[in-house]
Each structure stands twice: as C-alpha cells, then as structure tokens.
C-alpha cells in the first residue's frame, strides 16, 4: 500500500486542506482513502477503501460480513441522497422459531442473529454512482494489508482484549483473532490472507461473488453449522442495497441529516428538535434538558422504529412540532427514569474531495466480533444486527423473516442552504445519537471548533436515571445533575464513543479524528480538479 502526499496542516479546529479530506478511525484507513484520492478518485472511492482496509486492520468492529449506510451529497445538489446497505432477516427467522431455538428474547450473539450482510452491495452501487477508479482499484489497500499485515493499533488491541469471549465458542473465530489464544497486543504484526483472497474475489466478480456461488454457500454452511436459520438461498435473495431519501430538520441555522429508518437517526433529530425549544437558566439545566430530551427520543425510537417497507414508522408525526412541543412538556426538573440504551462498536468514514463531494460511511458488526461466527476458509465474521429484533407480539420491530432490524449506526451530513457543511459520524451504537448531538450542540450553540467539540468531555445516558461522564467532565455540572436525580458514575475508557468529521467552510476543508480511536484525518497532497499539483 502506497502513502499519499499529505499537505493539510493542523491547529485547534482541526486539519486544514483545500484538495480533499479524509478522517477515520485509523491511520491506514485515512491513507488509502488518501490515496484515492490522489489518484483522481471521488469522496465515494475514498470512503470505501478506507472502509474495506477497517475490516482488515478493525475486524472486531466491521467485516464483509456487515451491514453499511452512506450518504453522498454531490457538489451543485441541493442535499444528499442515501444508501442502506442493511440486509434482511432470513426467511426462516420468525419469533415462533426463535422461541422454539430455545431462545425467550432475541440473543445477543450466535447463528440466531446473523442477517444477510449489506456492507459489499452498498460499495459496489456506492461506485457505480458516484466512484471513478472502480471495485478493483479502490479494494487494492485493504487487499495487501490482509496479504502483508499490518500492526494491531493500541486502543483496537485494548476493545480486542475486552470482546475476546465472544470468539472462544467458534473454532474459526477464535483461530483466526486469538493467534497463540490470546487477543493480540499493540505493535503485533497480523495478516489475514483468507480475507484478502476474499476481497480479491470481489474486486474482480463484484457483489454478485458474494450473494451467489461459492462464498455464498459457505457463509450459509457456517450459520447452519452454528444451528441458525441463515442459508445462501437468503443471501441470493436480497435485492441489494437501496436508495433513499435522508430526514432532515433544521437546528439553529444548520439543517442535519440522518438516514431514515430502520436506523436511528431519527432520534438525533428528534433530540435536538425537543432541546431547542427549551429555555435554560444555565449550563445545568441545559445539560438536564438535554439527556432528558434524549431519553425521550429513544422511547419513541424503541416504540416505533422497524423496517418501513413492513410496518408504518410515523416518522412526520415524531418529527412535527407539534408533537416535538408535547415532548418537551413533559422534561421535568428532577431526572426520569429511561429506556435501556447498551453499547457497541462500528468504523465510520468521513470524506470531502477536491470537487466538493461529500460522503459519510458508516459500517459496523454490530457489537464487538459480531455474532462471534467466522466463516471457515474466509477470514470474515458475521455480523449479529438481528438481536435487535423484539419478540413481543404486535410490535413493528417483531422478528419476521424478510425484515430488517433496528439499527444503530447513523451517518450523518450537516448543511446550510442548498451547501454541504459537513460530513459527521460517531461510534459505539447507541452512543451513536448521543455523541453527534453533543458534538453538534458544541459546535453550533458553543461555537467551539471542530476538533475542539470532538475532544470535549462526553456524557453517555445508559439507563433508567444512570448516566456516565467521562472523567474531565465540568464538575459543577456533574454536581447539578446529581442534584436533579441523575445517578451519575464514571464512562469507561471505550465507551464514549468515536467521533470522525469534515466541515467544508470559506477557508477550505478542516478534518477533525476522535483522541478515544486510533485514527486521524489526511488532506491529499494532489488536486486533480483541475490538474493542480
């Protein structure tokens, strides 16, 4: 893998660069997106190098074997179009089977959560719209890498350490993530070569090598092996990965876009729609609004959100300001209870290119290895997106075969006007919602820079009336909400999230890479808009 000649130069808001920019959550991801784009590719050939060379050097948060959603705003467009690449359910996985499985609810991990993975349809409509080096091109980093190895970075080794369990019931799983038994440490050296040849396979026969033929019949052999409903008949099935028409609502001046459901983004905007209408008398109280409208977003989420093309999500009716207005009502000033919001982790991808497109990628296993099932002879792991599928009778995100689950992981873009402001993602599942809206909220109510409002002290809501603070978190503010009935306890050292972001302003490009991941952002040396050097 080639390194990109890099020019951007740093100071408090960020990094700072006139031809392009890539942010994500490490190092070799941002270089090969770079590296696209030095060779003349768009925001979309970036995005997904540096996505495939995540499920190399990342396999505990993405793999070929996930799910992925982008959204791609093209410069002249007056916003942004999206992409869900969020497969189904397996025909046979319906609530009866899962009950008779032995399972009450839906498992957090095993062969009763794997859905077809979406993640290789989205890359390769993704680059027939909107790329220009196409699949073989833009699959050469992440092929090498797995052919070659790379050095494990230290905050993925320190997640590996913490979600090795999830490996040890599967024999390939545990074989190909625990070398010697053990999850590796910082500055080891790892390769992948099964995966490359896998990556090799697509970039030459494209998504249809991985939905039919052989790959296809040995995901669904794993799954079935496992005792799960999966099957290569399920994978053929899929229609691929969908365009869609992002939500978007205004707060302040900036108007904020989210994919649509199944996933979560909804809740960001419904958030930021109940806390703006709310008049605080200080830090304190604006804090205490704020979780207090999330919670209350996450209830409707956890009501409502399903698979649109199976049941009727009132997203209007979530959104209007009517309804936004009955929320904020009902914040009290002591703190109330809440839904369960858990954890989990996902790569995301931020790009902006020398023409003023932008595309922001999100890809994910769901939690930590996924459903911890490898694909023997593949160097891939399968996801575990259907433990978010409810059992309980009559709710719109019943367990159906066909259906997609609740999702969790939300690009985001940031507009003004008919103009791309920014491209802007945060990991670690349902912080998800909770991480963009504080960074939003830094930026455009405190003004603090990009790289500034990525940096500051974050709050996770959990559940009930707990909520943790990381430990720089304004103490005076810690006190005020424990005076208000917040249970308020320490954010552990993975839990806060991963912030990626580009903004696009007056002065060019400024890139900004979260402190808490391994990652960075690069500005490419070359512009090939107009030939400049």
Avoid at 176 to 202: C, I, M, Q, S
Wanted: hydrophobic share 40%; glycine share 14%.
């Amino acid at each position: 893998m080639s390194h990109p000649t890099t020019t951007g130069t740093r100071d408090a808001d960020g990094v700072r660069g006139d031809w392009g920019m890539v942010a994500t959550s490490h190092p070799l991801a941002a270089a090969a997106g770079a590296e696209m784009l030095e060779a003349g590719g768009s925001a979309a050939d970036a995005a997904v190098a540096a996505a495939a060379v995540l499920c190399v050097v990342d396999p505990r948060s993405t793999s070929v074997g996930g799910d992925a959603f982008a959204l791609v705003w093209q410069a002249g467009e007056s916003g942004p179009v999206g992409l869900a690449g969020a497969g189904p359910s397996p025909a046979a996985m319906t609530a009866d089977a899962v009950n008779e499985a032995g399972h009450d609810r839906m498992p957090r991990l095993g062969p009763w959560t794997v859905t077809v993975p979406g993640a290789v349809s989205l890359w390769e409509r993704l680059l027939e719209r909107y790329g220009r080096l196409g699949l073989e091109r833009v699959l050469r980093p992440a092929i090498e890498l797995a052919e070659q190895g790379f050095d494990v970075a230290p905050i993925i080794a320190g997640e590996w350490q913490e979600s090795q369990d999830r490996l040890r019931g599967d024999k390939a799983a545990s074989a190909l993530f625990l070398p010697g038994g053990r999850p590796p440490r910082a500055g080891d050296k790892l390769a992948n070569p099964e995966l490359g040849a896998v990556l090799r396979t697509l970039s030459s026969g494209g998504a249809r090598a991985f939905y039919q033929g052989e790959l296809a019949d040995r995901i669904g052999a794993a799954v079935e092996a496992a005792g799960g409903p999966l099957r290569a008949t399920d994978l053929a099935a899929w229609q691929g990965a969908t365009w869609v028409e992002p939500l978007r609502r205004p707060y302040r001046d900036v108007d904020v876009y989210e994919m649509p459901p199944p996933g979560q983004g909804i809740v960001v905007l419904e958030t930021l729609g109940i806390f703006e209408g709310v008049e605080a008398s200080g830090p304190v109280e604006s804090e205490h609004a704020a979780i207090e409208a999330l919670k209350l977003a996450f209830a409707d989420a956890a009501a409502h959100v399903a698979d649109p093309d199976v049941a009727d999500v009132p997203v209007g009716r979530l959104l209007s300001d009517g309804f936004l207005a009955e929320r904020r009502a009902k914040i009290d000033p002591a703190a109330a209870r809440g839904p369960v919001a858990t954890g989990s982790d996902t790569v995301y991808v931020a790009v902006v290119d020398g023409d003023g497109m932008g595309c922001s990628l999100i890809q994910s296993l769901y939690e930590g290895f996924g459903s911890g099932i490898a694909v023997p002879g593949t160097g891939l792991l399968l996801q575990n997106r259907g433990s978010n599928f409810s059992t309980e009778s009559g709710h719109p995100n019943r367990v159906a075969g066909g259906k997609r689950p609740y999702h969790t992981i939300i690009p985001a873009m940031l507009g003004r006007g008919d103009a791309l402001l920014g491209c802007l993602g945060v990991v670690g599942g349902f912080m998800q919602p909770q991480g963009q809206t504080q960074i939003i909220r830094r930026l455009l109510d405190d003004g603090m820079g990009l790289q500034a409002a990525i940096d500051a002290p974050r709050a996770r809501y959990w559940n009930g009336r707990r909520v943790a603070v990381e430990k720089d978190f304004d103490p005076e503010i810690r006190r005020g909400l424990q005076e208000r009935g917040h249970e308020i306890e320490p954010l552990g050292r993975f839990a806060g999230g991963g912030a990626q972001a580009v903004l696009v302003g007056d002065g060019g490009l400024v890139g900004a890479s979260d402190p808490r991941k391994d990652g960075c952002a690069l500005a490419p040396g070359h512009d090939h808009s107009d030939g400049r050097h």
